[in-house]
């Protein structure tokens, strides 16, 4: 009833101003309390760095006058302007309950839906564009910005003869010269007019090509010809795949020495058999791969497997979604559809337990890998209960069990986590991850499978699990709180096969979902 008193106040002003003497009063208080900045060094200063920070130190000199210049339309004009249900955040207070003698219970602090704005599923409008690809696009008039998000079908697992350096290549490769712009022309248009943009290939997506573009919303039919330009028209000049060798190769020496990566890669042969995009080959077989690549091997790989069949992009700011539809229709008309399928690899049977140490020279520590291959996907019945375990078992050095056990109780390292290595078609390793001393080794390792097993036969606690549901819950909802994250996680949904309204549930599903159920997936 409070709430609802408060946003009918709002919306009077949004119909009606104040009155003289409403206004009046908001005056004087207002200039009473900016005189007061002027009271003491120490306000001066804090004054000073806030007009600062909204980019003009005059304002400080200038904000009595300011305040006593505003009248009745002022306020209405941006009561109506600001002060709408797009922009707020309402937090409700959840005491004790002194009759039960404790906390509110989980049920009571499961996310609400917001009455006061639509689900995702109702404000997200949903394109085919030409030649087949998906658009998602979400208005937000609140910020004259937008990003562009999107996926293709051209990952390490579309290649068919094993040279799964071939994708990350083209993928880095884009951005070096088109059809009609060399790389430095490309780069000076981005930098003149505020724009980012970005791609790559990533071992934890082996299907997809991930791109991301931002800037002012005006700036969308510029940045929209920039992403399909570079994305259908790279043209892979042998100048730049050398300088691009060069720096990659320098990356595998120095991996040597990364015992993090060194470790990874370890596990990931112990788990996929050889041909498998997530078998991470050894580090001089990359680097020959790497030398022997040709600019034609490069172009006949983009040419076979991108296309807008396989697209799915996401736009979120201040646009329209029929002239964004139309937008990327006009820049991806007559380009040819590609249906890339992925190639055939072994799977291999489960590998049985080993163990293999690696010497790394001159490295007082050791970093260690302990874990199966997985079996999750994302939009499984069981994604939201394995998350929720694996958030209690260990995704957080400092709260979760295998940290406190680890780390807190038995000093025997400063990070320890585990966590899912892919869900995304393809069901990467879900692993433990700490660094130790050499000598520690073995107690580490038995502490570790210590945890494991406890938490196998016995779950989570309702505590664990009830902490863990907020966090998460409330850490998904505020990364939907900029046109980015709300992008990201578009993209990322319908990439995955998954439903627009997989944004409003989520929240709900931790919720619903119970991690004891689930342990099986982080065993």
Known sequence: EVEEAIREEVGRLHREPPSARELERARVHTRTDLAFHHESPGRIMSAL???VAVGDWRKFVRELDLVSAVDRDDLQRVAAGHLTDERVTVGWFVPDDPAAGGAA????LRPRPCHWRRPFAERVALRELVGGGRLAVLENPHAPTVTVTGTLRAGVACTGDGRFSVPALVAAMLERGTAGRTRLQLAEELEDNGLQMGIQSSAGSPFAVSFSGQGLAEQLPRLAELLVDVLRRPTFPDDELARLR????????REREDTHALSYAALTRHLYPVGHPLHKRVVEEREREVASLTRDELAAFHDRTYGPGSLVLAVVGDVDPDRVAGLFDGFLEGWRPRDPRAAEWPTGDAAPATEEKLEVADRPYLDLFLGPRGSLLRGDDEDSAAVLANACLGQSTLTSRLGLAVRDREGLTYGIYSRFFGTLHIAGPWATFLTVAPSDLDRA???????????????PGDEELSEERLARSGSFRVGLATNAGVARELVTVLTAGLPVAELDLYPCLLYTSDAADDTQFVV
């Open 49 to 51: 760095t806030e007009s």
């Open 105 to 108: 219970s989980a049920a009571d």
């Open 246 to 253: 060069e720096r990659v190769l320098g990356g595998l020496v």
């Open 445 to 459: 390792v038995a502490v570790c499978r210590s945890v494991l097993d406890d938490f196998v036969r016995s779950g």
